[in-house]
């Protein structure tokens, strides 16, 4: 995993207090986004997973995770 997309998302989700979903990490070329999640958390970043439902290109209802910082880390 490279340390720059960590770091990346590190910064982002204490900016955006949003957090990040895959799509807008895969904007970012982060195409790993919930093993870069795995190891904010193992550094010690309190990231909650919210569970979203929208409907996709087709008009089915689909749900995608958002991940949104609470706390900890550096």
């Given at each position: 995993?490279?340390?720059?997309?960590?770091?990346?998302?590190?910064?982002?989700?204490?900016?955006?207090?949003?957090?990040i979903s895959?799509?807008?990490?895969?904007?970012?070329?982060?195409?790993r986004?919930?093993?870069?999640?795995?190891?904010?958390?193992d550094?010690?970043y309190?990231?909650?997973?919210?569970?979203?439902?929208?409907?996709?290109?087709?008009?089915?209802?689909?749900?995608?995770?958002?991940?949104?910082?609470?706390?900890?880390?550096?």
């Amino acid at each position: 995993m490279d340390s720059s997309q960590i770091d990346f998302v590190g910064k982002y989700i204490k900016r955006h207090k949003r957090g990040i979903s895959s799509m807008e990490a895969f904007g970012f070329g982060i195409t790993r986004l919930s093993a870069v999640i795995y190891i904010l958390r193992d550094r010690g970043y309190q990231i909650e997973s919210e569970w979203r439902t929208c409907k996709n290109r087709y008009g089915h209802t689909t749900r995608y995770v958002r991940y949104v910082y609470r706390g900890g880390g550096k």
